[in-house]
T-cell receptor
């Protein structure tokens, strides 16, 4: 089983629609959670961090459920420019001086917004 | 400007040759990572390092080697033992502790010819 699993996609939705992605993680010791966006043939870039209480950034809302070990991303009023691959990212370890922090990526969910 | 620099952007290698990908950061980050991405796939962890002269294998370390002689540098060598090396390679760095994200270089596209 993969450490981080995402909805496979692709999602093809009309402009203005609301779309949600889910992601599950297997390591209960995971400490930090993020959503990254990756455009075609480019490096991933941070979209938003995910906090325990949930957080919102404009049209984007991220939620974390530690008990069920999943995180979600909601995009409201989607724009053509939102078309990209969205990567769920989990970080664990590194809290002790001798331990290495490990950052694991999900395989990504492709989103395509149509006019 | 602070950031991560990967070079070269494109690299062609003949079968049977070793090749080294460069990754340099001036963000003063302790942790550095190498990922491989195949077309239409997610990122898979090759190696990661927390401190100088120390590194750990990721999920797909076979056929790769790394070194961490300086905090700023984490080069990746793709050896002839890697059977299918054609891919997009991404280097990232992050502060060791704390709930902070990873920052990426622009990647190196390696093609075996």
């Amino acid at each position: 089983r993969k450490e981080v699993e995402q909805d496979p996609g692709p999602f093809n939705v009309p402009e203005g629609a609301t779309v949600a992605f889910n992601c599950t993680y297997s390591n209960s010791a995971s400490q930090s959670f993020f959503w990254y966006r990756q455009d075609c043939r480019k490096e991933p870039k941070l979209l938003m961090s995910v906090y325990s209480s949930g957080n919102e950034d404009g049209r984007f809302t991220a939620q974390l459920n530690r008990a069920s070990q999943y995180i979600s991303l909601l995009i409201r009023d989607s724009k053509l420019s939102d078309s990209a691959t969205y990567l769920c990212v989990v970080k664990h370890g590194g809290l002790e001086r001798s331990s290495a922090s490990k950052i694991i990526f999900g395989s990504g969910t492709r989103l395509s917004i149509r006019p | 400007d602070g950031g991560i620099t990967q070079s070269p952007k494109y690299l062609f290698r003949k079968e049977g040759q070793n090749v080294t990908l460069s990754c340099e950061q001036n963000l003063n980050h302790d942790a550095m990572y190498w990922y491989r991405q195949d077309p239409g796939q997610g990122l898979r962890l090759i190696y990661y390092s927390q401190i100088v002269n120390d590194f750990q294998k990721g999920d797909i370390a076979e056929g790769y080697s790394v070194s961490r002689e300086k905090k700023e540098s984490f080069p990746l060598t793709v050896t002839s033992a890697q059977k299918n090396p054609t891919a997009f390679y991404l280097c990232a760095s992050s502060p060791k502790t704390g709930f902070t994200e990873a920052f990426f270089g622009q990647g190196t596209r390696l093609t075996v010819v």
